[in-house]
C-alpha cells in the first residue's frame, strides 16, 4: 500500500503562483496515472489534473492553462504547479492514483491552498 504526503500549501494573493508536492511512500514507477483533486468547503472531491506514467496530462476546464502537473517517477513525487490563482481554487489539495476511474489508495491529509486578497 502507498501512502501520499502533501504539502505546499499557503495562502497567496489573487494572480499569485504556488507549487504543490506529493511524497509516496513507495514507488510510483508502475503507477499509470496519477492524479490531483481538491475539495472545497461544501463542496464534492473535484479532480484537477492527471498525468500517465508515460507523461501524458489532462485537465480539468476549470484550471487549464493555469495548472501543470508533473511527476518524477525516480523521486516518487507528484507535482502541481499553479499559476494565475483565483480565489475559486480556494480548497484542500490531494493525490491519489487513479485506477479504473476511482480512487485507489487511502487519502493523505491534503495541503490547504487559499487564495484571498
Known amino acids: 500500500q502507498v501512502h501520499f504526503v502533501e504539502s505546499g500549501g499557503d495562502l497567496v494573493q489573487p494572480g499569485g503562483s504556488l507549487r504543490l508536492s506529493c511524497a509516496a511512500s513507495g514507488s510510483i514507477f508502475s503507477i499509470y496515472r496519477m492524479g490531483w483533486c481538491r475539495q472545497a468547503p461544501g463542496k464534492q472531491r473535484e479532480l484537477v489534473a492527471t498525468?500517465?506514467?508515460?507523461?501524458?496530462?489532462n485537465y480539468a476546464d476549470s484550471v487549464k492553462g493555469r495548472f501543470t502537473i508533473s511527476r518524477d517517477n525516480a523521486k516518487n513525487m507528484v507535482f502541481l504547479q499553479m499559476n494565475s490563482l483565483k480565489p475559486e481554487d480556494t480548497a484542500v489539495y490531494y493525490c491519489n492514483e487513479l485506477r479504473g476511474g476511482n480512487y485507489y489508495y487511502p487519502w493523505g491529509q491534503g495541503t490547504h491552498v487559499t487564495v484571498s486578497s
Open positions: 498525468i500517465t506514467n508515460g507523461g501524458s496530462t
